[in-house]
């Protein structure tokens, strides 16, 4: 049976004493979450240290928050007995060393502390030997390649005892890592774990922009800035939805702007998450054509309240556009 039965509105009936000791809040906020075996999530979190705070549906996605002192024994409990295999489902350990989390892509750090940018204090060198997902990896790594994320979570060895933990690393640069075993400070360098990127043709066989098609919007749309945020919201949702099939090779084309321009101008049919990333980038050609970076700006305004990460994503893929944020 799925650990995701079903989901229920916080605010129901009180849930009964238990007889273990297992404080009747906790078990609580694993009922109210959907679990089925709640008495027994409750045991297996209250033994990581973890107390109950609160249940949050926000823009279609629903947060269980609980908080904690010890961030390894949370991240224990979040990836040995936590499973989610649903969408828009975050469990998440607000600790005093960041906020742990668990969804359907798998461990996560929702940011990195200010100090793990700090290198130069670290005294020994960690070593990265695993990251989520194996040869295709998590969408994490992805989002963190892209920016969206400022993190990605890898499992490494420390250079002063060599025990393994996971901790969340930034993309491609250097961080600061403290092992939780004999609390050394590491650095870690992410700069060989990087997706490969599709190389560009000579600038000669790239086709001009003004060859591009790019009439994806209808001029009432352009008339009506909502409209085509909206419109961006949808390719992005429907594209992430799509992300999970795509295959490393088709990720990694999907990150390069040429790549998209010269599919664009050629014709060339893209679909998933290639054929959103490609119509974003060519509603932004278009807008750019009609308005200039301007009216690109007013369209991005109206949807950058949305819970997706919106303004970041079509930053990515509008870059290069005429001035856009060059």
């Known amino acids: 049976m799925a650990f995701w039965h079903r989901f229920r509105e916080a605010g129901g009936q009180a849930a009964p004493a238990s007889p273990t000791g297992v404080s009747a809040g906790l078990i609580r906020q694993f009922a109210d979450a959907g679990v089925e ?6 045991r297996r979190a209250a033994a990581a240290g973890l107390a109950p705070d609160h249940i949050k549906n926000s ?6 928050v609980f908080r904690a002192l010890d961030a390894d024994q949370a991240k224990r409990f979040l990836i040995d007995d936590v499973v989610v295999d649903a969408t828009g489902i975050f469990f998440v350990v607000e600790t005093p060393d960041g906020n742990w989390g668990k969804d359907i892509d798998g461990l996560f750090l929702e940011n ?6 700090n290198v130069a204090a ?30 990605y979570v890898a499992q490494l060895v420390c250079g002063r005892c060599r025990a393994r933990w996971w901790d969340g690393i930034r993309y491609g640069d250097f961080t600061a890592v403290r092992c939780p075993s004999c609390r050394g400070l590491n650095q870690v360098d992410s700069r060989t774990w990087v997706m490969s990127r599709y ?38 949702e429907s594209g992430l939805g799509t992300a999970g099939e795509s295959t ?16 664009l101008a050629s014709g060339q049919p893209l679909t998933g998450w290639m054929g959103a990333c490609a119509e974003i980038r060519a509603i932004g050609h ?8 301007v009216l690109m700006q007013r369209v991005l305004d109206t949807v950058t309240h949305e819970h997706l990460p919106i303004e ?8 290069r556009i005429g001035g856009w944020r060059n």
């Open 199 to 236: 190389v560009s043709p000579p600038e000669d066989d790239i086709p001009a922009l003004a060859t591009i098609k790019v009439s994806p919007l209808t001029a009432e749309e352009i008339a009506e800035p909502r409209q085509v945020g909206q419109r961006l919201v949808g390719l992005i």
């Open 312 to 319: 970041s994503v079509v930053d990515y893929y509008w870059r």
């Open 112 to 117: 990195l502390l200010p100090w793990q940018r």
């Open 248 to 263: 490393r090779a088709q990720m990694n084309l999907s990150l390069d702007q040429d790549y998209l321009d010269t599919s």
């Open 122 to 151: 670290a005294e020994y060198v960690a070593t990265i030997v695993m990251i989520p997902g194996g040869i295709n990896p998590s969408g994490v790594f992805w989002s963190a390649g892209m920016g969206i994320a400022d993190n």
């Open 59 to 64: 823009d279609g996605a629903r947060y269980i």
């Open 37 to 42: 075996d709640a008495e027994r999530m409750a």
């Open 286 to 293: 278009q807008l750019h054509g009609v308005g200039g970076t």
